[in-house]
C-alpha cells in the first residue's frame, strides 16, 4: 500500500505524531528502506493506533502478506471470484428475499459469474507472468533479467508494468519499466520511428549506400540542390578545415566568434536585404531562442500561430509563455478574426512559414504582412524550405513574390518590397544550403536583443569554422546562379505530370515537395520498405505526429540530379508498388470525398515558379529557332534538354 507523502502532511494537525516530524524526515522515511523491505515510514504507520488497523485489513484484502505485488493481485482476483460463487450469491438472494423467477436466471447471479470467470481470468494471468519473470530469474543476469522482465511486461500489458513500479517491496522507481511503457504506446499508435540506414554518396549524389553496402537512390532528401557535394563547398570546407582545424573552440560568447562566423551572418543578412543576421547551430535552435526570446521579453505578448507550424516554432513560443492564438492553416480570415480581437496596442507576432514542408502549401505572405501591418503585429517567418530554392538569390518566396524588384530604386523612391516588409526571417543551412546550421535576419537591434538574452544562441558552442564557411559559400554560390534552382522546379513538374498521369495521388501545391498520398500508417511503412527492397529507391514515409491520422504519405524531393532516367524509374516503381498493395488512387479518394486536399476541386496549384521564371518561354523560342517545336510542358518534360547545354535535337514536333 503505497504511502503519499501529500496524503500524509494533510493528517498533520490531528497526529500527535506527524505535527512534530518534519517534511524532510518525511521524505526521507518514506523513501528509505526497513529490514522488512517496506518503507520506513510504512513501518512506522502500522504501530500507530489509528493507521495500523486500516493498513492491515486493506493489505489482507490486497493479500500483501506475501510482498509481492503479483501475488497480490492473484489474490485479490482469487479473493473477489469466491466471494461470487453461486453458494455465496444463493445466500445473498436468501438474505434479501429475491426469488429468481422459475425457470429463468436471475440478472445478478448472472452478472456475478460473468464477473467471477473474468476475475479468475485476471487471476490466472497475474499468475502466469509471475512465473515467467520468476522463469527469467533462474537463468539470466540481473541487469539482462530486469530490462527482459519489464519489457515483456510493458509490451503485453501496459497497465500491469506500471503496477510493478509500485512494487511495495522494492520502492525505488523502475525507470526502465516507464522506458519501456512510453515506447510501446509509440508501437500501438503506430507513430515508432524507424531510421533507416542511409549513407549519401557525394561523388554518386542522389545515391546512398545502405547499411550493407546496396545502393540505392535517395528520393526524399532536403539537400535540395545537392550543395552538400558542391565542389566550390567542398574546396571552401576543406581548406578552411585545415587552417583553422575541427571545432570552434568555444561559445560566441568565449573564444568560439571568428572572422567566418561574422561574414556568415553578413551574408545571411544581405541574402534577405537585413540589417543584422544571428547564426545558430540549426534553425530548430535559431526558431526556438528567437520566439522564446521575443515572447518573453516583449511586454504582454501574443502569439499568432499558424496550425501548421513546424515543431520547433511550437516549442519557442511555449518556452516564451507569451499567449499563443492559432490560426487556420493559410487562413487569412481567420487570422484577421484573431486579430481584430486584440487590443491594436498589445504587441502581436505571426508566425508562420513560407512552405510548409509534408504537405508542399505556400503561405499568403503578402496577405498576412498586411494584415500585421493593419493591426500593429510584426512577423516571423520561417523560410527553411525555401532559401535557395525561390527568388532570384535564392532569398525565399517573399523575394520570389518581387522576383524583378529593383531594390536600388525602389529604396530611393521609398517603395518597400514584400521582403522589407517581413520583420524577420528564418532558414537552414542544411538543407538547400547542404551544410548544417540556422539563423535569423532582421533589423539591427531586434538581432543584438536576441544575441544579447537568448540562452539558445549563448551558451552554446558555435559552428565549427569549416561548416560556417562552407555554408557561407553554398549561399553565394547560389545567389549568382539560377541553374540548380530552375532545373529542380522543372524535374518537380515532370515528376507531378507523370504521377498524375497513373493517377498516383499527390497531395497538391505550388512548391517542389510532392507527398504522394497513402493514407494509412502501416501502408505507408509498407510501401516505403518495398519501394527500398524491390527497387532500391528511398523514399521516407511520413506518418503521424508529423502528419495527421489517415494521411500518412511518402514525401518525395527531386533535386537538379533526378534525371529523366532516374525519374522514369521512380514513377514505374511508384506504379508497381500502388498496385502490389492495392493502395488509393486519386480517383478512389475523390469517390470518398477527398483527403488532404487529393480529389477536392479547390485545391492550390499554381507554381511559384512561372514559365517565363523557368526559361521555358526562352527555351521553347530556342528550339524554334533550331527547327524543333516544343510545348511548355514538354520542355518541362524534358528539362536535360534545357539544363544548360540545350541540345534540343531529340525533342520531337
Ligand atoms: C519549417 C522548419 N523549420 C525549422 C526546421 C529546423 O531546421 P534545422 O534542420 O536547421 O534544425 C525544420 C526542419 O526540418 C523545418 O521543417
Known amino acids: 500500500m503505497a504511502l503519499s507523502l501529500n496524503s500524509i502532511t494533510a493528517f498533520r494537525s490531528s497526529c500527535p505524531y506527524l505535527s512534530k516530524t518534519s517534511n524532510s524526515q518525511l521524505r526521507s522515511m518514506s523513501t528509505k528502506v526497513s529490514m522488512q523491505g517496506i518503507s520506513r515510514l510504512r513501518s512506522k504507520a502500522e504501530t500507530c493506533p489509528v493507521l495500523g488497523p486500516v493498513m492491515a485489513t486493506r493489505a489482507s484484502q490486497l493479500g500483501l502478506t506475501n510482498g509481492s505485488y503479483a501475488g497480490a493481485q492473484q489474490q485479490q482476483a482469487r479473493g473477489y471470484a469466491e466471494q461470487v460463487d453461486r453458494r455465496t450469491i444463493d445466500e445473498i438472494h436468501r438474505k434479501e428475499g429475491v426469488k429468481p423467477g422459475q425457470g429463468g436466471t436471475c440478472p445478478h447471479a448472472a452478472a456475478g459469474i460473468a464477473a467471477a470467470k473474468r476475475a479468475a481470468e485476471m487471476a490466472r494471468q497475474a499468475q502466469s507472468q509471475q512465473a515467467q519473470a520468476q522463469q527469467t ?9 530486469d530490462n527482459a522482465t519489464t519489457a515483456k511486461d510493458a509490451a503485453v500489458a501496459p497497465s500491469m508494468a506500471a503496477a510493478l513500479r509500485m512494487n511495495p517491496s522494492n520502492p525505488l522507481f523502475d525507470y526502465n519499466g516507464f522506458y519501456a511503457e512510453e515506447l510501446d504506446k509509440k508501437h500501438k499508435d503506430k507513430s515508432y520511428r524507424y531510421f533507416n540506414n542511409i549513407n549519401r554518396l557525394a561523388e554518386k549524389f542522389p545515391v546512398a549506400h545502405t547499411g550493407s553496402e546496396e545502393e540505392v537512390t535517395v528520393w526524399c532528401s532536403n539537400d535540395y540542390l545537392g550543395m552538400g557535394r558542391n565542389p566550390v563547398v567542398l574546396d571552401t570546407m576543406h581548406k578552411t578545415l585545415n587552417k583553422y582545424g575541427a571545432g570552434a573552440g568555444g561559445t560566441r560568447n568565449i573564444a568560439g566568434n571568428s ?43 501574443v502569439y499568432l500561430s499558424d496550425s501548421s507550424n513546424h515543431a520547433s516554432m511550437i516549442e519557442g513560443i511555449k518556452h516564451s509563455r507569451a499567449q499563443k492564438i492559432i490560426f487556420k492553416h493559410n487562413d487569412v480570415v481567420d487570422l484577421e478574426a484573431k486579430l481584430a480581437a486584440l487590443p491594436l496596442s498589445q504587441p ?125 559559400a553554398a549561399i553565394a554560390y547560389q545567389k549568382n546562379t539560377l541553374v540548380d534552382r530552375r532545373l529542380q522546379q522543372l524535374n518537380t513538374i515532370a515528376v507531378k505530370q507523370a504521377l498524375a498521369d497513373l493517377d498516383i495521388p499527390v497531395v497538391p501545391g505550388p512548391s ?108 521553347a523560342a530556342a528550339a524554334a529557332a533550331a527547327g524543333v517545336k516544343v510545348t511548355a510542358g514538354e520542355a518541362a518534360l524534358h528539362p536535360e534538354y534545357f539544363s544548360g547545354n540545350a541540345n534540343v535535337a531529340g525533342v520531337q514536333a
Not at 530469474?137 to 533479467?145: C, D, I, K, Y
Not at 512552405?355 to 500593429?376: Q, R, T
Not at 526571417?425 to 538581432?447: E, H, N, Q, R
Not at 540562452?455 to 559552428?463: R, V, Y
Open 137 to 145: 530469474t533462474s537463468f539470466e543476469s540481473p541487469a539482462t533479467r
Open 348 to 472: 502581436k507576432i505571426i508566425a508562420f512559414e513560407s512552405v510548409y514542408s509534408m504537405c508542399g502549401s505556400v503561405s499568403p505572405i503578402e496577405k498576412i504582412v498586411e494584415l500585421a501591418e493593419k493591426y500593429g503585429a510584426i512577423t516571423f517567418l520561417d523560410e527553411v524550405h525555401a532559401v535557395g530554392m525561390y527568388g532570384p538569390r535564392g532569398g525565399g518566396v517573399a523575394e520570389h513574390l518581387d522576383f524583378d524588384w529593383d531594390y536600388e530604386t525602389a529604396r530611393k523612391e521609398g517603395r518597400k518590397s514584400i521582403m522589407d516588409r517581413v520583420d524577420m526571417f528564418t532558414g537552414t543551412l542544411g538543407k538547400a544550403y547542404g551544410v548544417v546550421g540556422g539563423y535569423v535576419a532582421g533589423s539591427a537591434d531586434l538581432i543584438d536583443m536576441v544575441r544579447s538574452y537568448a540562452p539558445g544562441f549563448i551558451f552554446t558552442t558555435s559552428l565549427p569554422p569549416a561548416v560556417t564557411a562552407g555554408a557561407r
Open 512 to 619: 517542389h515537395i510532392i507527398p504522394a498520398l497513402v493514407g494509412d500508417a502501416h501502408l505507408a511503412k509498407e510501401a516505403s520498405d518495398k519501394l527500398l527492397v524491390d527497387h532500391k529507391i528511398y523514399v521516407q514515409s511520413i506518418n503521424f505526429p508529423t502528419v495527421a491520422r489517415g494521411s500518412e504519405r511518402l514525401r518525395i524531393t527531386p533535386t537538379p540530379g533526378h534525371d529523366a532516367a532516374l525519374q522514369g524509374k521512380l514513377v514505374s516503381a511508384l506504379e508497381d508498388v500502388w498496385t502490389t498493395l492495392g493502395l488509393k488512387r486519386t480517383a478512389d479518394w475523390a469517390a470518398l470525398g477527398g483527403n488532404a486536399g487529393v480529389g477536392v476541386a479547390e485545391a492550390q496549384t499554381e507554381r511559384i515558379w512561372s514559365d517565363t521564371q523557368l526559361g521555358l518561354k526562352e527555351n
Open 259 to 301: 572572422a567566418l562566423h561574422l561574414a556568415l551572418e553578413d551574408e545571411v543578412a544581405d541574402l534577405h536585404r537585413k540589417d543584422a543576421g544571428l547564426v545558430f547551430t540549426s534553425c530548430y535552435v535559431a526558431n526556438d531562442a528567437t520566439l522564446a526570446t521575443l515572447g518573453s521579453k516583449l511586454p504582454n505578448c
